[in-house]
């Protein structure tokens, strides 16, 4: 018990500075795909933020791996957290950093009491959104048969790929590029159910209050007029007592025996 309550301790502590490096990581990947001209230090430090954070999230998880009272058990309950921590170490797939971070914010994020599924599923939406956008950016806008060479037109196409409206105006030509679309798809796809199922359950929620309510005021009901039925009954009762009291015969006092 101790154990899982430093575990717990550690996590509320860090929820935080990792959202905190989850938004600097956001930045550094994005400079170098919206500044492609920029200085070569500037890349290189972009690079060395992104490993930065990859290593204080994987730093992470060690930590909480070696809190946890039973290791397999944490490992098997934590699958995207061992998944996020192990993609960016195949080499030359860069962009699975973008995917590893997005895996482990939203698992801590999911942990954090005081963020509701509202924000968290809009927060959601809008992180893959960006990193979708800049994502297929950077591999398209190389492409010889790409259509895809402004951020405009990727975060466009972003927007209609993760509404599943797909207007065919802007698509990927290159097999990582359809991957990503592949992905945004099917993210797209979880992000309206799990809004669809939040709204369906808010309604069930709010119909099931209602009805408890009602027969709440119905019990109450109820037990007012039982209340009223037998209160009639005792007034009937009492009404009724000297009334059969003066039709009774009266009885003589029994005599005393004689001497």
């Keep these: ?13 860090t929820q935080g500075p990792l959202l905190v490096l989850a938004v600097v990581f956001g930045l550094a990947y994005a400079v170098p795909i919206v500044l492609p001209d920029a200085p070569g230090w500037a890349h ?19 930590v909480r791996l070696s809190l ?13 957290d061992l ?16 995917v590893s971070t ?16 509202t924000t968290y ?15 297929v950016l950077a591999v398209e806008r190389d492409a010889p048969e790409g259509n895809i060479r402004t951020l405009g037109d990727a975060v466009w196409w972003s927007f ?3 509404t599943t409206v797909g207007y065919g105006d802007h698509a990927p030509t290159t097999g990582l ?30 119909f099931e209050r209602d009805d408890a309510e009602e027969r709440r005021r119905t019990a109450l009901l109820e037990a007012l007029t039982q209340e009223v039925r037998e209160l009639r009954a005792e007034v009937a009762r009492l009404s009724a007592g000297p009334s059969a009291a003066a039709d009774e015969p009266a009885v003589p006092p029994p005599s005393s025996p004689t001497p």
């Design 177 to 206: 590029g359809r991957v990503l679309a592949v992905g945004l798809m099917l993210s797209g796809i979880a992000l309206l159910g799990v809004v669809t199922a939040n709204i369906a359950a808010w309604f069930i929620s709010r």
């Design 121 to 135: 599923v809009a927060g959601a939406v809008v992180g893959l959104m960006m990193f979708g956008s800049l994502a």
């Design 83 to 98: 998944l996020a921590v192990l993609l960016p170490l195949v080499q030359p797939l860069r962009l699975l950093r973008v």
């Design 44 to 62: 290189q430090g972009c690079r060395i933020v992104e490993w930065t954070v990859w290593g204080a999230f994987a730093a992470d998880y060690l």
């Design 1 to 13: 018990m101790k154990e899982r309550t430093a575990q717990m301790r550690w996590e509320a502590r």
């Design 68 to 80: 946890a009272p039973y290791k397999w058990l944490f490992v098997r309950r934590h699958p995207l």
């Design 102 to 117: 997005l895996l482990l914010v939203g698992r801590r994020a999911r942990m954090a009491p005081q963020i509701t599924l």
């Design 160 to 162: 209609t790929t993760m």
